[in-house]
């Protein structure tokens, strides 16, 4: 069965590709699988009939209980015969209805094969989770299918409408089907029903289920989906709508009965939305024009006949309802294929247009008139004997003092008679000639094309009189219920009883209605509609829509500061809430730590409320450094050296970044935009402030127990070989923090790049040639004095010749150099980066480490920048960025990651000591490699904040002032 | 444990003045904003971490401040610094691109502030009674020609659509 359903899903995928080359030929491949299966399936008869069902299994997600398992007992014997045989003739007579030059052949034909193997899955299916997503997956294939035709709009709102109703009941089914296997803590179908529990929670379970099921089979209220898909193409409608997907609510509900027919309120409701359905099917079919929906809601009322009578819950009800189940199928797609035929024709289903068919195609007249005997219940057809079984049924309930049976009793024969009247308006429609109508043209018929539905329509005929035989297949599945004692068996003919009495009264009425149906017609059409399902679901989207609408419209309002407003109030809201149950107040408070707190507080604060006030960008970069360099302070009084020494160089750097930007914009802040509002603003910030205040009293007040940092220091030493603890928790200990933080600052940087540089970001930094460099280098090693002396003139400096102290000096512009920086920067960077290299060796145990070095090395390099220009940066740091970014954070991964090769967990740090000659004691910690990574990654952000900020932006603004003088337009 | 008041009215200033700032519109102003919001939270962790005391390094017998809380800051530090460093390049970019330095209202959302009307087609659709009209084999006269048929919808659909755009519009400018 696996194997198969494999083969189901590898052939629909290489389909479109066939199709190119076959045409509509391909669906002589795609019958191929589908009358394996029903072969496969015939097989599996004896094993059927002796009760032990073959089972496939295939654990999935054992964690969900999800498997896939498969089960072959005689209900899904039944209808996996009648899915995958009408299947194969479906698809067979598919080759002549498309023509070669249908649109989309090749998608339809790998969709409708795919349907038809998810359809096997599904009534073979034992696990619920997998028939529900088999049960969706029907629903996404018969979107596809109603929607063939994407040209016209009736089949894409036909399509939209099927899906949206039946995922909705889909989903609803979900909600059950998992409280029903989280109960009983099996997802076996088989066994659930075996269990049987009862129960509210079951209850509720079970209705959820049934509105699935009814949904799917279009029952009152959701049958509206039904003749609004009629827009799929026939062989669709054929297949989908009246043998397999409609008939897989059936299918559910008639697995289920077994176990869950005395569920409170499944009789009278499933017996009620039946009998209802059944008559408002019928009395619909009876106006139709088009033969398609006239047939659609003739299923729609068979559909309510089926749940009638395989809801019921008795023994012969079931055996009654498998057994309308079938012939159902034989005939109503049968009908359908005839009505594909003849539109296929003659160019039209309309009723009113058809005129002296059945004299001109009498084989499809002859096929057409057998199928409605089937379907009108005509003795000694196999719809016959299923509606005088479903009758029998009836009378015995009735008999036994049943109201639900009486009930049956009379909806069904009303039913009955309504169909036998669409029925005979349906051949008389379709083949009768009628005056003042345009007789057909004559047409050979093809003998092909008519064999399909000749198969089906025989098949309601000649099984007929073996129903007795089917009958003892099929109770392999009523005697699933209780016996009541009556001991009936399908039979084609059971002799002058009450049920035939009852059939023959509503042929003869029906008939006869018929006989009269301009009076009839007359009068229906002063009955109003009672309920029009369509026009509620269309209003039911609208008002959606309307509210969608609405809700996105009043809370996006595309305002940023309108969001953070939002999420500002919402957190004061909440976490304000929280604080106000709290009940541990701390019970006293340090006013201040040293005097220096006091007096760096009072300036950061000074600044701050500045920073409310500045109106110029330099002003505001300023004032922000000031609180930068405050903390920083604060931090160093606080005993925390590395931080402080970490936030005075990322404040250094920060201001470097905030002017090299702010130098292209103007200096004065804008004030037309963000003025509005101010006390609004003030007061969620006021509000922010104080609750965050609050917050620090609360949470440290409410620390009692002894903090997991005290074991720190020694964890730091014995196992980080570190004593600078900080240092040793961020590469060792916490090292993942550190290492998703490196990610982070590879993205920013890398977006830092890609923001400034607007094409790529490989490194185009213009260098100083290596022999030009390397000429100014033995320049600068002779005495200076021989350069100079032949323009040398004391006392006036020329700046264009004066002498380089950097490598790319003399690229700057001359009244951008500043001798005094440039000697500076000179002498400073080597010791500077040696500094760096010292701080993140030294880092392990003193203050320092990875980030503190990484910033140091930056601020070397922005030196070299700002006193030289991006010609000086590119000689400086001869190397991409994302490189350094890159080889950064390979260290840091591979330190963490190759202990996990070795065995050992994640971020293991091995260490190393040794003594070696004139260097002495010398240790190693592979944590060092890791902080390595850091200050890589470290240098590489700063390098790719200079290189984009400065470097680009200089490039970008000497390139449209070049433009504005030689005049063109940027 | 208590809090010292001088950190807590810090940070509660730092808070302020900073979420006042990021509610802006100048992306100069939220920049700065973010940077207070970042050294006030800073701030938050260092205040709940504990007592001051001596630096933490293995050996210090004198009682030492939290280190933990310390990584945590300098990480925040670092990532503070990649992010504002990302802020300014948006800056720079909106700059160069329109000569903007502020954060405007996306005028997609606005638009869609104005509509009235629903999006989904609530008219009733009627099907065709064939799916081959005149392609049939042998067609009667009055069948169907579904190209012309699709063709029409085409532009019933088009116009319907120009219908909604004049209609929204209107209703815009009103």
């Given at each position: 069965m696996i194997v198969l359903l494999a083969a189901f899903a590898l052939v629909s995928l290489v389909i479109p590709a066939l199709t190119r080359r076959l045409h509509t030929r391909v669906f002589f491949v795609t019958a191929l699988i589908p009358a394996a299966a029903f072969i496969y399936t015939l097989l599996q008869t004896p094993a059927v009939l002796a009760d032990t069902p073959p089972t496939e299994s295939i654990p999935w997600i054992s964690q969900l209980n999800l498997d896939l398992s498969f089960r072959v007992d005689t209900l899904s014997w039944l209808l996996a015969l009648v899915v995958t045989g009408v299947g194969t003739l479906v698809m067979l007579y598919c080759i002549k209805y498309f023509a070669a030059s249908e649109e989309g052949l090749g998608r339809f034909a790998a969709v409708f094969l795919a349907f038809t193997g998810t359809m096997y899955g599904l009534v073979i299916a034992d696990n619920v989770y997998l028939l529900f997503i088999l049960w969706e997956a029907t629903t996404v294939f018969s979107f596809l299918l109603i929607g063939h035709n994407t040209g016209r709009l009736a089949s894409r709102i036909a399509a939209m409408q099927a899906l949206i109703v039946t995922t909705a009941g889909g989903l609803v089914m979900l909600v059950g089907l998992v409280m029903l296997a989280e109960r009983t803590g099996t997802a076996s179908l088989a066994r659930l029903i075996d269990l049987a529990p009862e129960g509210t929670a079951v209850t509720i379970a079970i209705m959820l289920i049934l509105v699935g099921a009814l949904s799917k089979s279009a029952i009152v209220p959701f049958q509206f989906w039904l003749p609004s898909a009629m827009a799929a193409p026939t062989p669709v409608s054929a297949y989908l709508h009246a043998a397999a997907m409609v008939q897989a609510g059936i299918y559910l509900i008639a697995r289920l009965a077994p176990g869950f027919a005395q569920t409170p309120g499944w009789q009278p409701l499933l017996l009620g939305l039946g009998v209802f359905t059944m008559l408002v099917g019928g009395w619909r079919a009876l106006t139709q024009v088009d033969l398609k929906l006239l047939l659609a809601y003739g299923t729609v009322s068979q559909l309510g006949f089926l749940l009638t009578v395989v809801s019921f819950g008795t023994r012969t009800a079931a055996l009654a309802g498998v057994a309308l189940l079938l012939a159902h199928a034989l005939f109503k797609a049968a009908l359908f294929l005839v009505v594909g035929l003849i539109d296929h024709r003659v160019g039209t289903r309309d009723l009113t247009k058809l005129s002296g068919l059945g004299r001109e195609a009498p084989f499809l007249t002859t096929i057409a008139v057998i199928a409605t005997a089937s379907m009108a219940g005509i003795p000694f057809t196999a719809g016959f004997v299923a509606k005088e079984s479903v009758l029998a049924s009836f009378i015995e309930s009735a008999s036994a003092g049943s109201a639900l049976g009486w009930i049956a009793i009379v909806g069904v024969a009303v039913g009955s008679t309504l169909t036998v009247v669409y029925s005979a308006r349906f051949v008389w429609g379709a083949f009768a000639s009628k005056n003042g109508v345009e007789t057909v043209r004559p047409l050979h018929e093809n003998v092909w094309f008519l064999s399909s539905p000749a198969i089906l329509a025989a098949s309601s005929l000649v099984l007929a009189p073996f129903f007795g035989t089917v009958g003892t297949v099929l109770e392999g599945y009523s005697t699933q219920f209780v016996s009541e004692g009556y001991d009936y068996s399908l039979k084609l003919w059971h002799g002058f009883d009450a049920a035939f009495f009852i059939s023959a009264a509503t042929l003869l009425i029906g008939l006869a209605l018929f006989w009269a149906r301009t009076q009839v017609f007359a009068l229906q059409s002063l009955v109003p509609a009672i309920v029009d399902s369509n026009k509620l679901y269309r209003s039911t989207l609208r008002t959606l829509d309307r509210v969608a609408l609405r809700v996105t419209a009043t809370t996006q309002r595309g305002s940023l500061p309108f969001y953070l407003t939002v999420i500002l109030l919402v957190m004061v809201g909440s976490v304000g809430s929280t604080l106000a149950l709290n009940r541990s107040w701390p019970d006293s408070i340090r006013l201040f730590d040293s005097a220096g707190q006091l007096a760096i507080g009072a300036v950061m604060i000074v600044a701050a409320l500045a920073l409310v006030a500045a109106k110029k960008r330099f002003q505001a970069a300023v004032l922000v450094g000031v609180v930068g360099y405050g903390m920083a302070a604060l931090f160093a009084f606080h005993g925390a050296p590395d931080i402080a020494l970490t936030q005075v160089l990322v404040e250094t750097v920060t201001l470097i970044a905030f002017v090299l930007v702010l130098r292209r914009l103007p200096a004065r802040l804008g004030k037309a935009h963000g003025s509005s509002r101010r006390v609004l603003r003030a007061a969620v910030g006021l509000s922010v402030g104080l609750l965050m205040g609050i917050v620090a009293i609360v949470a440290l007040g409410a620390r009692s127990a002894d903090p997991i940092s005290a074991s720190l220091p020694d964890l730091a030493y014995e196992i980080?070989?570190?004593?600078n603890v900080v240092n040793v928790v961020l590469v060792d200990i916490r090292g993942w923090d550190t290492l998703g933080e490196l990610s982070v600052i590879v993205a920013a940087a890398t977006g830092v790049a890609s923001l400034v540089f607007l094409r790529s970001r490989t490194d185009n930094l213009p260098r100083v040639s290596e022999a030009r460099a390397r000429g100014t280098i033995r320049a600068r090693l002779k005495p200076s004095r021989e350069i100079v002396s032949s323009e040398y003139v004391p006392g006036v400096q020329d700046p264009s010749t004066r002498n380089a102290w950097?490598?790319?000096?003399?690229?700057?512009a001359p009244e951008n150099r500043s001798i005094l920086l440039e000697v500076v920067i000179r002498l400073l960077f080597h010791p500077l980066i040696v500094l760096s290299l010292y701080l993140l060796f030294a880092g392990h145990n003193l203050p320092g480490g990875g980030f503190a070095a990484g910033l140091v090395a930056g601020l070397a390099l922005a030196g070299r920048y700002l006193a030289g220009g991006r010609y000086e940066l590119g000689a400086a740091a001869p190397f991409d960025a994302g490189r350094i970014l890159g080889v950064g954070l390979v260290l840091a991964a591979g330190t963490a990651t190759v202990p996990l090769l070795l065995g050992a967990d994640a971020l293991t740090s091995t260490f190393f000591e040794t003594t070696i000659p004139l260097l002495g004691h010398v240790e190693f910690s592979t944590s060092t490699i890791f902080d390595i990574g850091v200050y890589l990654v470290v240098i590489g952000m700063v390098l790719d904040v200079l290189r984009s900020l400065g470097a680009e932006i200089d490039r970008q603004r000497e390139e449209s002032s070049e433009s504005l003088e030689s005049g063109s337009t940027i | 444990m208590n809090a010292s008041l001088t950190l807590v009215i810090i940070m509660v200033v730092l808070y302020s003045v900073g979420v006042y700032l990021l509610l802006e519109r100048s992306m100069t102003r939220v920049l700065l904003g973010f940077l207070l919001v970042g050294n006030a939270t800073n701030l938050l962790i260092l205040i709940v971490s504990g007592p001051s005391g001596a630096a933490?390094?293995?050996?210090?017998?004198a009682a030492t401040a939290d280190p933990l809380p310390q990584a945590f800051i300098l990480t925040a530090i670092v990532i503070t610094f990649g992010v504002s460093a990302f802020l300014l390049a948006l800056i720079y970019r909106s700059w160069r691109l329109a000569n903007a330095d502020v954060v405007y209202d996306d005028t997609e959302d606005l638009a869609m502030g104005r509509r009235r009307t629903s999006v989904t087609t609530d008219r009733p659709v009627d099907g065709d009674d064939t799916e081959f009209g005149t392609r049939a084999a042998a067609a009667i006269s009055t069948a169907v020609d579904l190209e012309k048929q699709e063709e029409r919808e085409e532009q019933e659909s088009l116009a319907a659509e120009r219908r909604q755009q004049e209609l929204d519009k209107k209703e815009g400018d009103a």
């Open positions: 980080g070989h570190g004593r950097l490598l790319a000096g003399r690229k700057l | 933490a390094f293995y050996g210090e017998d």
